[in-house]
């Protein structure tokens, strides 16, 4: 094919007036050069400098050169010949392939021809093939070329620093930007998959090896994978000493001189775990997802759901793991090891397993939980000081007896098997009430008008609220009726909402967390009147109201029914004492519901139990047989719990039963499924309707001769109320036990209900009776529906106390 002839633009001289070449090698001439002569093309040898490269690619003939060789590369394979050689005076030794870069255009398509001949294009195979020819003349193999176009920083010969071209810095750094077509992690993940690069049996070992450094291993899949696991582990170190800072948060000192990382009981709660792992996801997030896909498994899926693990969750497992490789590593991250063994600490464990996990970094040492437990105690006795002298803030005070029976294995003279006394008390804080609640003059004054006097039991009568007591119980009605009804259940939400609204007194519109705070216990003994006295000064003096110092308020002081009398009768014998806090005028006695409550179950059981194995119908003996109930074994003293679900189950039967003859039917259960189905399901207004009459032909004062145990259905409702944190519904009830005490053996309650209702309802600023109302329960979980009386909480503080006694 003939090719065009250059353009006559070029810079290029006649040759036609050019002298002929003396003999030799153009490129060894040493002859001077007239200004205008162009230097000739010097062909690069192993031994040329890459400066020679450079100065060959700037060189005025190179773009004629070109053309010259890609018209014979054209005319390969046509019939014409090539040119001779030496036939041009241009032609030289420099192979085509080493002059220049081609464009990604050039390299997708063959030069543009003027006549209109057919294109010849490359194959990726000649392109690499042209490519590798170029590194081979260089002297380089693959591997040189790949080491220095990444290696950020050249050296020549003398040690010097190599500057790059402007080209090869835009192209690297597109390419390791990944802004080209073919990103980095392309190339590493080719290598490492190519069949070529699979190990020898000599390096079938060092694959993903951590010991053996990955320079030294030669072939690419073993280097590769050794390379990224020694990455990975100096990452994983680099969390690992982020995370064991003192700025992490994990730092606890068990007994820290300055406070600093000294432990805190605010941290010791239900958030513990997920704030422990809050901080291991923020500080180390390779390990936390290495172990996360190492302990769990791809979630399975039903339906196209994706199922959730409820065994065993992963997060808590591995958040414990962490913890304790953060422990190993320093002795002061330890916050969630310290919680495991303060947890050991107040479940009584073994003292063998605080040396097993003290040696498996689950937990420090006995020694030092202890060590950690005073020091917080300490703080706590200070903080609590600090709160019984702000004149801001209300404390009261709950105290209960705590004894047990200590019997010696082997009894000696100076060990004998005894009985144990004690006393332990906690305080309560007391927020969102008056301040005026606490005057104590006001208190006084109320005190000395003695309208106590006109007391009658017309009176007490008059205090119970009748309407109250009759909406209660129609809800209770249809309450049981719905609970135990499927087809009805939709109703469950109205009647909580009547619940909260209707019949509603004191319950509080907020759930908040009740602060408490364990007193130390005394071994004073309350059955004695004087011990009695000192236990209660002593636990003052823990509020830090001592005689020299102390806040002229009320302190509300609440106990069973026992300690109540004790109280009393204490105030008495002081009366004349000198100074406020000698004669403990200071102090008002409270009666505790739960209690109370105990002791209204106990009355129900004596009075409606009869015969184990009666034939009434109506006693709990005959219901308790039926349903195999263990009689109790002391009538007058019951086990709160079960005997509460018996006698609820025995009380919520026959609710059913009488609902069962309203409707006239003999399978309850079956009749409300053909009311569902015919869609003829009462509404509320009717089953409002239906339960009042029900309530009175069943549960009224004027129905006793087929009433219903009333006594049951007031207890079941006072256990509601005290759930929903509502003390005021419970002094309804309250209110209806004096009565029930008072014609039952349990006599002394009715003088404690009767004292205890005079002084509320008398003695008491409407500020102060809102203060106990509020105080009456708590609440220590901050749950909706998890309120429990004062009482029962230390009852809880009790048996902790026995435990470790024994």
Known sequence: MARTPLSPHKNIPNRSQRQPDPPGDATDQNSSKSPNEIPPITAATASSPATEWEELLKHPLLPALLEVLAAASSSEGSNEAPPATGADPLATDIPSTSLRTETPAEMNSAPDHEDGAKRHYRTISTKMDI????VHNVNWSLGDFLHYLSEERLKNKRGKDEPRSQSYVRALTRFLRGEDKHHPIHIIEAWFRHSYGRPQKEESDA????????????GAHAAISSFAAQLVAKQLVREEENVVKPSSGLHVIAQSKTGKHALDWSWLGP?????????LQDHQPLAWHFLLQMASRPPWKQDGEVLTRENRPVSPIVTDV?????????????LLPMAHGINHFASGAHSNLYRINSRLAAMPSYSTIRGSLVDMAE????????LGNDETVALRLVIDNVQRYSKRWEPTMNQQSQMLKGMAGTAIKIDDVDPKAWDLDDKLERVARNERRAVTTEWFLSQIDGRHLEDVKVLQWIQTLVRYVPALSRHRKHINVLYATRVQKTAPTEVKKTEVFPLAATEKDEGVTSELKEAIVEFL???????????RRVILVGGDGLTYEKMLQIKKYLQFHPGEFQNLVILDPLLELWHTEWTDLCCIFQTHWHEDNSEDPASLG???SKISFKAPSNLAKVDYYPSTRMAYTVLDARLLDCWRIHFCTNDLFAHFEELEKDKQLPSFEDLEEAAVKLCRMYSSARAYERALHEDERVGKEAAYAVAV??????????????FTFAGSGHSKYTTYLMELITSLELESSPALRAAIFRTWLVNPSSRPGHYIEADLLQEHFNKALEELVQ
Not at 541 to 551: M, R
């Open 725 to 738: 944190g509502d003390a005021g519904h419970v002094y309804e009830c309250v209110k209806l036990w004096l």
């Open 622 to 624: 005959h219901s308790a």
């Open 322 to 334: 962490l913890s304790r490789i953060a422990y190993s590593r320093s002795n002061r991250a330890k």
């Open 541 to 551: 003096e823990q509020l830090g109201q001592t005689e020299d110092k102390y806040i």
């Open 207 to 218: 694959m993903y090896s951590i010991d053996l450094p990955a320079h030294d291993i030669k």
């Open 271 to 279: 958030k513990l775990f997920d704030d422990v792992a809050a901080i």
């Open 131 to 134: 490519i590798l020819g170029a």
């Open 379 to 386: 703080k706590e006795t200070q903080h609590l000081k600090e």
